[in-house]
């Protein structure tokens, strides 16, 4: 078996130098009962060329991005990856590297996440980012119990705009940690009251921007709403491109950010691995969750990084750590950071302005066919219409002519008739004005 | 006087014979700077166009002012990123003896299938219809899960093994209060990883601590002796963190039962019984599995791992969403609390799981087979008792007799030499080798627990094995200059962790000056 | 002033006047290592004996410190914020955590005095 040094040669003479007859011997503890007498019923051993076959096949069977007008997004989106960056976390130094616990090893990884803890910071206008967790909605439901310690409280307020998906994750723990959560109807096209919400034993706000139907809005109102009654104003960002043209949670007061980073450097891959970040204020940051980089020296006075403030983590404070994370998205935010330095500070605008040219383009030919109503006032790159009738039918049949054409609201909210016409259009770089046309086209044919 | 202040004393004490060079580069070793310090403003790394002039709908929400990102050409950030890894150890360049994280070769073969257009560019909510193979795979990727854990219910979603932890014992949680039985207390070894009372607490459980006996299994009659009708669960790791097997599994799960509490099994020692043991005829009930450590999926310097967790038909009903069934057209996604997912807890991640781990564990598994996996398991178990063997003369082994996986070994060789396990390790670096696990389990003082894995060959165990009884060796005939000031051959020496703590600095700001020699 | 007495988990106690000063012994530095961190209770806080008063972090561990005696939050030492090393330089000194009015002094008669403390700590190794 190609990955097994072992020959039957070294194991005869290791079992001798050990002084057991057989493997068996060394597996003597285990209960007989529990023994297995012969192979598990799978199976057996493929080379490469048979296994490139058994997957090739099934990857053979799915609609790619690339083959067909693409225009899906709801938290997660497509976009050009230049070839760098994925040869450069293939290097085996990357790729196969543990968690940086032995600095003086492992220096490449730990500068590499100081650069991306920076530039965390940067694009959110926050004063400090952490290594990485999860995704954007754990980050989310991370950020909601970073807000319940920093108050002591136990109530999170959730806008109708948070991502359905953001909002489970958030249920899911409340429930089992022990929170309480005031979550918002979904109200697309119509302006919430969130501030009325507030109140002494409110722990946190949690919105979204651009939220799930793709507007766009200042918090800084509401941001201040909550620091008078003392509590937390969380933003959402599932869209991090946007960062290059739009005002920065920062900028709007916020005290906690939480995002998803896939959109740069991470490829689709039906929804993992993906990258949570998380950013917040230095007076908070011994209550942020995560690993976290910081500068140092070493022993000859020389600039290096380590991993610090580990006491909060759960190899240490065991029980009564800041959260339970371990292993993060080290990967993924290794694509963020070659990413977005490929891109920098003139290309990251120029990237989020041909993001947004798309869906402005996108949005008035939409709003042209009949039937068809823009919700959005202002976007991103991606928006919401009401068709005349309902989404899922009329995504399904596009689907079956070739035409990837959005996300019908009614895969997220099931149980809610009154959205079930609505439809989340996203608009990428990636997106043609020959992709525009078939969509379009399609559309319109399908609602005639 | 700290580690940290040692290691500067020793410095200045020592001769260190390299040559000073003009750069402060040395040799392939250069001394890169930060992404934001080598800026040139205007440059750009992508040639993208600039759109057509277009009237903007932000509503007034444009960003104005700098981000504060640094312009770079493609050629310097390869060369940035390219020396950046020239820094780091890794499992393709040399030994992970880690026990606990099963550091084994990552097949390149998992890469270039998870870089597959039809797998990488799917989107998770494109209409399933037009993603039949994803769901083929995720499918297949649970009968093999399914067949070596012998577990009825596989839940795929967690994003890594604390998070499966994590989805494990909320599962038992809901178990228990859809029962109108709602417990308080989780039983959980003292030698236990971290993550396990993290866990336990985040679910609102009081932690119960069980101390091990004197052959470094938990204490069965301590833990029978605090099992009562409060307790709600137990989570052990089998084999447990000293590399042994728990003998009285069977007897524990059977008491667990009894007292109509869960057994919670951590699986992250799985590796030493794939294939040979099925943790469902152990009588668990819920285990994790990490599929960056036994299935290969490689670390990526911390990650992303993948943690999908086997469940008992008892706590099936309440897996997290989504759910991958067997229905009448086919393969279903089941997104929502609906039909026999109404149990369901809820959501633990966005979306449906760590799809590109999926994909490089299934095409390890499927290289591997029946008997490859079994092999796996066998070969470290042989590889760690070898190492043992070699070993056990010149360190000291915390409890005789034969081991699993891993092997632990404590600081009882080292007593009197001035050597602590924290010098030893870093003496270990400068011969070319990342350190074993130190200071863990914390049942065993200064522990060293070594786990090599199947995929080092037996050269590598010899000559691995050589330089640890040679640092052994020297440690206890006072050669303990070594030791002090190590590691010194490395890209850094010691770094002060004690000052990275008390005044953090966790990002680079415009105006920080460079901290140079300790003032 | 009076002289110090000592807890099992190593903190120490003594009366200036009529507020107990709070700390962590030299033997309980010299285990925790450098200390970068002391988390603190704000003035007015209650704390009781034997519960957690305070935390304090090395880079290694984290560990809680509990109240000596029972008694209301006087004072806190704001030094140990900006040199948190003073715990290690000068524990039974400028490395104190806190000053307490507190209920009951027959509370100290209870804790070691310094020749049963150090006979305790010599027992632990």
Redesign the interface.
């Known amino acids: ?6 020959t039957p040669a ?2 005869g ?3 001798a ?4 007859p057989s ?1 068996d ?7 007989v ?4 007498n012969s ?10 060329i ?3 076959r ?14 067909a007008p ?1 225009f ?1 997004g ?3 989106y ?1 976009h050009h990856v ?1 070839a ?1 960056v ?1 040869h ?1 976390i ?11 616990y ?8 730990l ?5 991306f ?3 965390v ?3 959110t206008g926050m ?3 952490n ?2 967790l ?5 980050a989310g439901a991370e950020a909601v119990m970073m807000a319940n310690r920093l108050t002591g409280r136990k109530r999170a307020v959730l806008s109708g705009g948070l ?1 359905p ?2 909002r ?2 958030c ?2 723990y409340a ?4 929170f309480e959560l005031a979550a918002q109807s979904p109200a697309p096209g119509e302006a919430e009251d969130l501030a009325r919400l507030v109140d002494g034993g409110t722990s946190c706000v949690v919105v979204q921007n651009p939220d799930f139907w793709g507007e ?3 918090w800084s109102a509401l941001g201040r709403t909550c620091h008078d009654l003392g509590a937390l104003l969380i933003v959402v960002v599932t869209e991090i491109v946007s ?6 949670p920062g900028e709007m007061g916020a005290d906690i950010v939480a995002a ?1 980073g896939q959109s740069l450097g991470n ?8 990258l949570g970040l998380l950013a917040s204020r230095d007076k908070f ?2 209550q942020m969750p995560g ?16 991993l ?4 909060r ?9 800041t ?10 935010a ?1 694509a963020f950071t ?1 990413h ?12 989020a ?2 993001n ?6 996108l ?1 008035e030919r939409l709003h042209g066919i009949p039937g068809v109503q823009l919700l ?5 790159n991606e928006v919401t219409v009401r068709l005349p009738r309902p989404a899922a039918p009329v ?2 049949g596009l ?2 002519r070739g035409v ?1 054409a959005g ?1 019908p609201v009614s ?2 909210y ?2 809610r008739p009154e959205l079930a016409d609505l439809l989340l259009v996203a608009a990428t ?1 990636m997106v043609t004005d020959a992709d525009m046309g078939r969509l379009t086209r399609g559309l319109a044919e399908a609602l005639s | 006087m700290s580690e940290w202040s040692r290691a500067l004393s020793a410095h200045a004490a020592q001769d260190i014979a390299a040559p000073k060079t003009f750069s402060g580069n040395r040799g392939l070793q250069i001394e890169e700077k930060l992404i934001f310090e080598q800026d040139s403003p205007g440059l750009c790394g992508v040639n993208l166009p600039e759109p057509a002039a277009f009237a903007s709908r932000l509503g007034e929400l444009e960003r104005v002012g700098p981000i504060g990102l640094p312009g770079l050409s493609e050629p310097q950030v390869v060369r940035h990123f390219t020396r950046l890894s020239q820094k780091n150890y890794a499992i393709d360049s040399g030994l992970y003896p880690l026990g606990s994280c099963t550091m084994k070769h990552n097949p390149r073969l998992n890469e270039k299938l998870a870089r597959l257009t039809g797998l990488a560019d799917i989107h998770p909510l494109q209409p399933l219809s037009t993603v039949p193979g994803a769901l083929e795979l995720i499918d297949t990727l649970t009968h093999w899960l399914k067949t070596l854990t012998g577990m009825p219910a596989i839940a795929l979603s967690p994003g890594a093994g604390a998070h499966g932890e994590l989805c494990g014992m909320m599962t038992i949680r809901a178990a228990l209060e859809a029962g109108g039985d709602p417990r308080r207390r989780v039983l959980v070894p003292e030698s236990a990883h971290g993550t396990n009372p993290a866990t336990a607490a985040a679910c609102g459980y009081a932690v119960d601590p069980i101390p091990a006996n004197e052959c470094g299994r938990v204490d069965r009659a301590a833990l029978e002796s605090k099992l009562g009708p409060d307790v709600a669960a137990l989570m052990l790791t089998n084999p447990n963190t000293c590399g042994l097997f728990e003998d009285e599994i069977v007897e524990i799960a059977d008491a667990v039962h009894r007292a109509g509490a869960f057994f919670y099994c951590d699986g992250a020692n799985f590796n030493a019984i794939v294939g040979r043991v099925r943790p469902a005829d152990l009588g668990i009930d819920c285990m994790h599995l990490n599929l960056h450590k036994t299935f290969s999926t490689p670390h990526g310097g911390g990650g992303p791992g993948s943690g999908p967790v086997a469940l008992a038909g008892t706590l099936a009903p309440y897996a997290p969403l989504p759910w991958l069934v067997h229905g009448e057209q086919g393969l279903e996604l089941v997104e929502y609390k609906s039909g026999p997912a109404g149990t369901a807890i809820g959501r633990l991640k966005g979306y449906h799981g760590q799809m590109g781990m999926f994909v490089r564990a299934l095409a390890y598994m499927m290289s591997h087979g029946a008997d490859g996996l079994q092999q796996v398991a066998e070969d470290a178990v042989l590889n760690a008792n070898y190492l043992r063997v070699l070993l056990e003369d010149n360190l000291s082994l915390s409890f005789p007799g034969p081991c699993m996986h891993e092997v632990l070994f404590d600081d009882r060789f080292l007593r009197d030499t001035g050597v602590t396990t924290l010098d030893f390790a870093k003496a270990l670096i400068d011969e070319g080798y990342h350190p074993m696990t130190m200071y863990f389990p914390l049942v065993v003082h200064g522990a060293l627990l070594i786990e090599p894995t199947e995929t080092e060959s037996k050269a590598t165990l010899d000559e691995f094995a050589a330089v640890v009884t040679a640092l052994s060796g020297a440690a206890r005939s006072g050669d303990t200059e070594r030791f002090h000031a190590a590691p010194i051959l490395t890209p850094r020496r010691r770094l002060d962790e004690t000052a990275a703590a008390r005044k953090p600095v966790l990002r680079w700001r415009p105006e920080l000056p460079r901290r140079e020699a300790a003032d | 002033m009076s002289a110090p007495r000592f807890t099992k988990d190593h903190e120490w106690v003594r009366l200036e006047g009529d507020l107990a000063v709070i700390g962590i012994t030299d033997y309980a530095q010299s285990q925790l290592g450098d200390v970068v961190y002391v988390e603190l209770p704000e003035p007015g806080h209650r704390v009781e004996q034997g519960k957690e008063a305070a935390v304090v972090e090395s880079v290694k561990a984290a560990s809680e410190v509990y109240a000596p005696v029972s008694g209301e939050v006087a004072e806190v030492n704001d030094g140990l914020a900006a040199d948190p090393a003073k715990v290690n330089a000068d524990p039974l000194g400028e490395g104190w955590f806190m000053k307490l009015r507190i209920d009951d002094a027959g509370q100290l008669d209870g804790l070691m005095d310094e020749a049963a403390y150090q006979r305790f700590v010599e027992e632990q190794h």
């Open positions: 078996m190609r990955y097994l040094p072992l070294d194991r003479e290791m079992l130098r050990i002084g057991v493997i011997a060394l597996f003597a503890e285990v209960p009962a529990a023994r297995l192979l598990v019923d799978l199976p057996r051993a493929m080379g490469e048979e296994v490139e058994a997957i090739g096949r099934m990857a053979a069977r799915n609609v790619a991005a690339g083959s693409f899906v709801g938290g997660a497509r230049p760098a994925d450069l293939q290097r085996g130094e990357f790729l196969t590297s543990y968690t940086p032995q600095p003086e090893v492992s220096q490449g990884t500068q590499y996440l100081f650069e803890q920076t530039q910071a940067l694009l004063e400090v980012a290594a990485s999860y995704d954007g909605a754990t991502h998906h953001y489970e994750v249920e899911t429930r089992f940690v022990g766009l809005r200042d960062l290059g043209a739009v005002r920065p998803e490829a689709l891959s039906f929804g993992g691995p993906y940051v011994r690993r976290l980089v910081g500068q140092t020296v070493d022993a000859d006075g020389k600039r290096g990084w380590v610090t403030l580990s006491t983590e759960q190899h240490i404070r065991r029980e009564r750590a959260s339970n994370i371990c292993t993060n998205s080290g990967l993924c290794l070659i977005l330095a490929l891109l920098g500070e003139s290309g990251l605008p120029r990237l302005r041909l947004h040219a798309a869906a402005v383009a949005a959005n006032r202002a976007f991103f995504v399904e689907a079956n990837l996300i895969r997220l099931p149980g770089e």
